[in-house]
């Protein structure tokens, strides 16, 4: 197997290191892990791509590459650049430092690089690693994603056989807040929706007097509703979410029927 590996939090992110080592073992002793990972960290970047001007990209090492672009941008350079003579099977992107569960997810570089390997008909998984009070202080917090991530991919490769669609599944996976030896299993789940916190910002000031906005995240340690992913991950399982790049309301469709 061929694997294409990106993630948002840059080429020297430890949590690459760990997708890396989740594709060497999803690959096997004759496959290959291809690199083409922001050379800076983009999170919150989404699905961006550099339209308006171009990306430098370099060879880091062995199948191993950094480009100056978002995470969607690194998929579309190694798709139509670095391995255009020989498309991945598979398209791996994270694994995120932090959650992208529930509204996280409409942000995430990490989800915009698997949208963008979906939109070129890849298969595509996102991971991330969900951080709390139980994993925050481990020698790896990356250690239920280590642990559990190369088994969760195969059981997604294997349970969703990918149709030829106009928009392509993508899978979103989270992994909980907790050691590897206490994850309780996989869930999959829809979308949740953090109530009473979001993105807001911050302001600061320069030494200047220059005035600075941060923009700062919301709490998440609060659950979303019963059996969505946020939740499920507090309670210590792995969140499967499948989604689509369509943005249309379906279930709204009929109802607006009466504007025609």
């Known amino acids: 197997m061929r694997i294409l590996i990106t993630n948002d939090d840059g080429i020297n ?14 690959a096997g002793p004759d496959g290959e892990v291809w690199t083409v990972a922001p050379a800076f960290e983009q999170s919150g970047v989404a699905h961006c791509i550099s339209y ?9 090492g062995e199948r191993r590459f950094a480009a100056e672009g978002s995470p ?22 994270g694994v995120n430092r932090g959650n992208n569960s529930a509204e996280n997810a409409l942000y995430s570089g990490t989800l915009g690089g698997a949208m963008e390997a979906a939109l070129q008909g ?10 709390g009070p ?17 088994d969760v991919i195969r059981k997604i490769l294997t349970s969703c ?9 993508f899978f979103n996976v ?3 807040p907790v050691p590897a030896g206490e994850v309780r299993g996989i869930r999959v789940t829809p979308q949740g929706f953090r109530r009473g916190t979001r993105f807001g910002v911050e302001p600061h000031s320069s030494p200047s007097g220059r005035r600075f906005l941060w923009i700062k995240g919301g709490n998440q340690q609060i659950r979303t509703e019963p059996g969505t992913d946020a939740a499920v991950n507090l309670d210590g ?5 499948p989604m689509r790049a369509d943005l249309t309301a379906h279930d709204v469709l009929d109802a607006m029927k009466a504007i025609e």
């Open 134 to 150: 139980r994993n925050f202080g481990l020698d790896n917090p990356f250690d239920a994603a280590a642990g559990h991530g190369a």
């Open 13 to 26: 992110a430890a949590g690459l290191e760990i997708l890396d080592a989740i594709a060497t073992d999803l």
């Open 161 to 169: 056989p990918q149709a030829d669609e106009d928009y392509r599944l």
């Open 72 to 93: 969607a941008d690194c998929v579309m350079a190694g798709l139509h650049d670095v391995m255009k003579d020989a498309a991945p099977d598979l398209v791996l992107s």
């Open 122 to 131: 890849l298969p595509a998984i996102a991971l991330s690693q969900y951080y």
């Open 52 to 60: 308006t001007h171009p990306m430098m990209i370099a060879k880091m």
């Open 174 to 176: 989270n992994f909980p």
């Open 237 to 241: 399982y792995v969140s499967v979410t």
